[in-house]
């Protein structure tokens, strides 16, 4: 066993929720060792040519990789892992934070082919496609961005990926609804944190009212222009926002989480052209921080 690979332990974890192998052709045989490299190349960024030999053929582990995100297994992996962990008392869902993050975009992410790719040997485009390829260009280069909500426990349970120079604020919604932790004994997957915690960005009234609307207790502090906003509409402009400082204080726990996500080199620098092998490379990358105790 190499630096960096699945322990025993790991493994027997993630691998009841891989795809079944021993298909015909042998198209999924050995699953550890190509998880393996997959892991390798996310934690250091090095090309994919460039994968040690004993991860096997590099094609392998690249089409293997490009194929999870785009008929959904990792997804499927990872919300598998939040459903165990859940189960195990894992998951702190007593503050849950909601921050985003800026990652540059290697010169080699650019250049993707106008044409929408497909999935192999299926008549359909893959998930978490994006026309754009979630790639924005400002005044530093080609950027991307990557939103997430984290629990107490400094691990994400939902991300989201878009062009760097999207704000946060429409986000914040579409981030919560891809919170779907299942029960353990069935019924309906949890969706909701008991708080939610976030930044300035974040704060609007389409917020504050649909997290109100799901009875989200949240701690949102309200810019300097809104305050005042509020203050010159007189009676019409509703109640101050009250702010917690003893809660706020937890929101440093994003941002850690965000730090120990950034630690894999293919996640903090994008290498990958596609916009769903991207993804597929943020929602692999976290695997590791649910896997262990």
Known sequence: MGRGDLTNDEWTRRAPH???SGRRGGRWNDHRKVVNGILFRIRTGVPWRDLPERFGSWKTVYERHRRWPADGT?????????ADADSEGRIDWSMAGVDSTFCRAHQHAAGAPGRPPRVPRQRAIPRQHRPDEGLGRSRGGLTCKIHLVGEGGLRPLALLITPGQWGDSPHLMPLLKRIRVRRPNGGRPRTRPDHLSGDKAYSSRQNRRHLRRRQIKHTIPEPKNQRANRRR???NGGRPVGLDKKKYRRRNEVERTINRLKHSRAVATRYDKRAFVYTGTVTAAPLRLWLRP
Request: charged fraction near 20%; charge should be negative; hydrophobic fraction near 45%.
């Open 74 to 82: 990792w997804d499927q992996i990872l919300q598998a892992v939040l």
């Open 18 to 20: 891989l795809p079944e």
């Open 233 to 235: 509409r007189g009676s």
